[in-house]
């Protein structure tokens, strides 16, 4: 009879009030967060951020408007390169997978016909993003940045 009760109260009063279930792993999701961890240890804020943030707006504006607007779209192998430029340019702007699409970006622009200052300028920046990283202001840095625990709010 007592272990009856006790198993109704079990039933009623549960041991981990704040148990929300089994939630399913997802492993991808988890090595992709270390790599780009490892890569950048920190996200800069402030002044360093809004460099960045700068930097990332003139090299997605510059491949998406020389890639997609004035170069005109052709049925070739340029034309392919001017639609992974665009789509890195896109992703460089958001700063999703920022230092992939920004060496991408770099390395396909080569391939489009333009002056020779528009190759250099476009390729530097590219490197430099694919080095810094994307900065605070980013999808990179909400999906992959430090998480910061305030022990006072618990």
């Not at 460099?51 to 491949?63: A, E, F």
């Not at 460089?92 to 991408?104: N, Q, R």
């Not at 002056?115 to 920046?125: D, M």
Request: hydrophobic share 50%; glycine share 10%; charged share 15%.
């Amino acid at each position: 009879m007592i272990a009856h009760s006790l198993f109704t109260r079990a039933k009623i009063f549960p041991r981990n009030p704040h148990y929300q279930g089994i939630r399913p792993f997802d492993i991808g999701r988890k090595i992709r967060a270390q790599i780009m961890q490892r890569l950048f240890s920190v996200f800069p804020n402030s002044l360093p951020g809004a460099g960045l943030l700068l930097l990332r707006l003139c090299d997605g504006l510059l491949l998406l408007v020389h890639s997609a607007i004035l170069s005109g779209f052709k049925m070739s192998l340029e034309g392919l390169a001017q639609l992974i430029a665009a789509g890195a340019g896109s992703l460089i702007l958001v700063g999703l997978a920022t230092p992939i699409a920004a060496a991408v970006g770099g390395v396909t622009e080569l391939c489009i016909a333009a002056p020779i200052e528009t190759h250099i300028v476009l390729a530097t920046i590219g490197a430099s993003l694919a080095l810094l990283g994307p900065g605070a202001w980013s999808i990179d840095a909400r999906l992959y940045g430090r998480r910061r625990i305030d022990l006072d709010s618990l």
